[in-house]
């Protein structure tokens, strides 16, 4: 079975401090993909990330970065320099294939606030 | 502006009404899906659709009932509803079906209160 877990409820920050945002996931199957979405106050998911299970490099875009270990079964979220509307939900997600069928688990996702 | 627009944003209905949450995509998309995020869950997939053949159906009652005329439109009929379906309803889209093929794009949500 497919599960995220996304141990930080909530994180609060002040304003220009590095944040990372952990997320753990389990499968059994070799071919996955794992994601982040960002959730506003506004309430819709903004897609941020998409990582496939065969590239573990890792990858940096702006203030965003995602450290993806394998080893670990870890895809964690730096976001540096933090900012006020970073303020949001993230959520990690993961997609596999199970006995089922294809499988789109979300994790409870992780409430930052940052603080001016 | 997400591509993906649910109305209406806000739904107040007591137990015993009948009413419907729309979602339309204008992306072009082949796939779309229904979630609903409680407070302090995970967000639940209820219904996927693939080129308006519904694929997944997880579970949910049968007081949820999806429709999908068109590859743009995604319907949610409610009726009978109970307190605890309370939520924020998610509609999504993606270009196709399958595992990790595209990412999902996503409406702002219908916060859906029970009386």
């Known amino acids: 079975a497919q599960k995220v877990t996304q141990a930080q409820t909530e994180i609060s920050v002040v304003e220009k401090e590095d944040v990372t945002l952990d997320c753990v996931y389990e499968?059994?199957?070799?071919?996955?993909?794992l994601f982040w979405y960002k959730q506003p106050p506004s309430g819709e998911l903004v897609f941020l990330i998409r990582?496939?299970?065969?590239?573990?490099q890792n990858e940096i875009s702006g203030r965003y970065s995602w450290n993806f270990q394998k080893s670990t079964s870890s895809f964690n979220f730096t976001i540096t320099a933090s900012q006020v509307v970073d303020s949001a939900v993230y959520f990690c997600?993961?997609?596999?294939?199970?006995?089922?069928?294809?499988?789109?688990?979300f994790g409870p996702g992780t409430r930052l606030s940052v603080l001016p | 502006e997400t591509g993906v627009t649910q109305t209406p944003r806000h739904l107040v209905m007591g137990m015993t009404n009948k009413k419907s949450l729309k979602c339309e995509q204008h992306?072009?998309?082949?796939?779309m899906y229904w979630y609903k995020q409680s407070a302090k869950k995970p967000l639940e997939l209820m219904f996927v659709?693939?080129?308006?053949?519904?694929?997944e159906n997880n579970s949910v009652p049968s007081r949820f009932s999806p429709e999908c005329p068109n590859s743009s439109h995604l319907f949610l009929h409610l009726h009978t509803l109970q307190p605890e379906d309370s939520a924020l309803y998610l509609c999504?889209?993606?270009?196709?079906?399958?595992?990790?093929?595209?990412?999902?794009?996503f409406g702002d949500g219908t916060r859906l209160s029970i009386l």
């Open positions: 999504a889209s993606s270009q196709d079906y399958g595992t990790g093929v595209q990412p999902q794009h």
């Open positions: 499968t059994r199957d070799t071919t996955y993909y």
């Open positions: 990582r496939n299970s065969f590239d573990e």
């Open positions: 997600a993961l997609s596999a294939e199970d006995n089922y069928g294809q499988n789109f688990v």
């Open positions: 992306l072009g998309h082949n796939a």
């Open positions: 659709y693939s080129l308006e053949e519904r694929v």
